[in-house]
């Protein structure tokens, strides 16, 4: 109890510590903002305050009423100053600062969006921003609409862009929103690729239902026919449309088969006093440093599996083994990005986060544009290849791996 008390003081004191800096700081803001609009009048009228200058030039009239203005995420107000006696044929002041009837700076304007892409609806702006910005401030869900808009059409454009780089990997998945109006839940369709730089980047956001071979060839076609070359290795789970998919358009691209989702296939085969003992065998398989050795380590966790009664896991492990080990023909370096399809699992972690707003949608398209803006922020984020542009140039190049070590031919000597 005393340690509960004890921290409760501590959180308190932090929270006035905040307030205090936040009063301090939009007091600060304040002040720069009226002072700003001053140094306005005085280069308008060619003289400081108080200084005296020629009567036809103009003079200053006192303030007008207190105005709340928005600077980023607080609300301030200031006493916009006046002036008189203007020259004739002059035009009328007006403030480049604080325009007429712009109540929010730009960078508000811009955290509209923000919050939005962090799960506010439509709806939740009006209460969110009076918080935000004061009584005063003009919100309404119509700036969300516009926004909406504009996203839609940045969408259709990078819809439709033409595809120019060349892509080493790619990693597909299908992501459930449960969006629209429909019984059945709408199945997003995610390619991400690897760049010749090594930074990955989203390739293919489509809408569909389900994760058929019919949906996926649809993505991948085109992709194709906007100039995507058949990547060297796709990664993706265990989803059989889109394998199919994949040998019908690119048959030359070798497939890779997520780890993650046969750890799971295979713990859902065990009972859960053995669950610990499986991670730690499936690790020491997937993690081995070679071919052979992983093909040892797969053979004693068979043995293993069938020493206490689980033939249906054994059997599983050995299933599609070929798309499980491909990573070991290219860079030991890409190995971490290539075992999984963690580049986009992890982004949809974010999303997923950030899609209450996304499951309220009546119109699954308006998701679809929601996301879209999601994963083209947090793509500024994603991990970039080991190794880099070196090592990819290689692999595009065409060079032989083995066991993830550059295999150079030999150099036969004359005699």
Not at 156 to 170: G, V
Not at 226 to 233: I, K, M, Q, S
Not at 343 to 358: K, M, Q, Y
């Given at each position: 109890m005393a340690r509960y008390h004890a921290n409760l003081a501590a959180e308190s004191a932090s929270t006035m510590v905040v307030d205090t800096l936040e009063s301090i700081a939009r007091e600060g803001a304040r002040k720069m903002l009226q002072a700003a609009l001053e140094a306005e009048i005085d280069e308008r009228l060619d003289r400081p305050?108080?200084?005296?200058?020629?009567?036809?030039?103009?003079?200053?009239?006192?303030?007008?009423?207190?105005?709340?203005?928005?600077?980023?995420?607080?609300?301030?107000?200031?006493?916009?100053?006046?002036?008189?006696?203007?020259?004739?044929?002059?035009?009328?002041?007006?403030?480049?600062?604080?325009?007429?009837?712009?109540?929010?700076?730009?960078?508000?304007?811009?955290?509209?969006?923000?919050?939005?892409?962090?799960?506010?609806?439509?709806?939740?702006?009006?209460?969110?921003?009076?918080?935000?910005?004061?009584?005063?401030?003009?919100?309404?869900?119509?700036?969300?609409?516009?926004?909406?808009?504009?996203?839609?059409?940045?969408?259709?454009?990078?819809?439709?862009?033409?595809?120019?780089?060349?892509?080493?990997?790619?990693?597909?998945?299908?992501?459930?929103?449960?969006?629209?109006?429909?019984?059945?839940?709408?199945?997003?369709?995610?390619?991400?690729?690897?760049?010749?730089?090594?930074?990955?980047?989203?390739?293919?956001?489509?809408?569909?239902?389900?994760?058929?071979?019919?949906?996926?060839?649809?993505?991948?076609?085109?992709?194709?026919?906007?100039?995507?070359?058949?990547?060297?290795?796709?990664?993706?789970?265990?989803?059989?449309?889109?394998?199919?998919?994949?040998?019908?358009?690119?048959?030359?691209?070798?497939?890779?088969r997520c780890w993650n989702h046969r750890t799971l296939n295979l713990l859902d085969r065990l009972p859960k006093r053995l669950w610990a003992q499986m991670r730690r065998r499936l690790r020491e398989v997937w993690g081995a440093a070679t071919r052979a050795a992983c093909e040892a380590a797969r053979d004693e966790l068979a043995l293993w599996l069938h020493s206490v009664g689980q033939d249906s896991a054994a059997e599983t492990l050995y299933r599609d083994w070929d798309d499980f080990t491909t990573f070991y023909d290219f860079p030991a370096e890409h190995w971490p990005h290539l075992r999984?399809?963690?580049?986009?699992?992890?982004?949809?972690?974010?999303?997923?986060?950030?899609?209450?707003?996304?499951?309220?949608?009546?119109v699954r398209e308006n998701a679809l544009y929601l996301v879209f803006k999601i994963v083209e922020r947090l793509s500024a984020n994603w991990r970039v290849l080991n190794g880099g542009a070196t090592v990819m140039s290689l692999v595009l190049a065409g060079e032989r791996f083995v066991d993830g070590q550059l295999v150079r031919p030999k150099v036969v000597q004359a005699a």
């Open positions: 305050r108080y200084a005296r200058g020629a009567a036809a030039s103009g003079s200053r009239n006192g303030h007008g009423r207190p105005r709340e203005v928005g600077i980023g995420t607080w609300s301030v107000e200031v006493r916009p100053p006046r002036v008189r006696d203007l020259p004739a044929g002059s035009e009328p002041f007006t403030s480049a600062i604080l325009p007429r009837r712009r109540y929010l700076s730009r960078d508000t304007q811009r955290l509209f969006a923000r919050l939005y892409l962090e799960g506010l609806s439509s709806g939740d702006f009006e209460p969110a921003f009076r918080q935000l910005l004061g009584e005063k401030a003009t919100l309404s869900a119509s700036t969300m609409l516009r926004l909406r808009a504009e996203w839609e059409a940045e969408y259709k454009a990078w819809r439709t862009r033409p595809i120019t780089s060349r892509y080493a990997y790619t990693w597909s998945d299908g992501i459930y929103l449960g969006a629209g109006l429909e019984d059945e839940s709408s199945c997003m369709l995610v390619v991400v690729g690897a760049c010749d730089d090594g930074r990955k980047e989203p390739l293919g956001l489509e809408l569909g239902y389900r994760e058929s071979a019919e949906s996926w060839a649809g993505v991948l076609r085109d992709m194709r026919e906007r100039g995507l070359e058949a990547p060297l290795v796709a990664v993706g789970d265990g989803a059989l449309g889109l394998w199919a998919a994949l040998t019908m358009v690119f048959p030359a691209t070798r497939h890779q999984t399809s963690n580049p986009i699992e992890s982004v949809f972690a974010g999303v997923r986060l950030r899609t209450n707003v996304a499951k309220r949608a009546r």
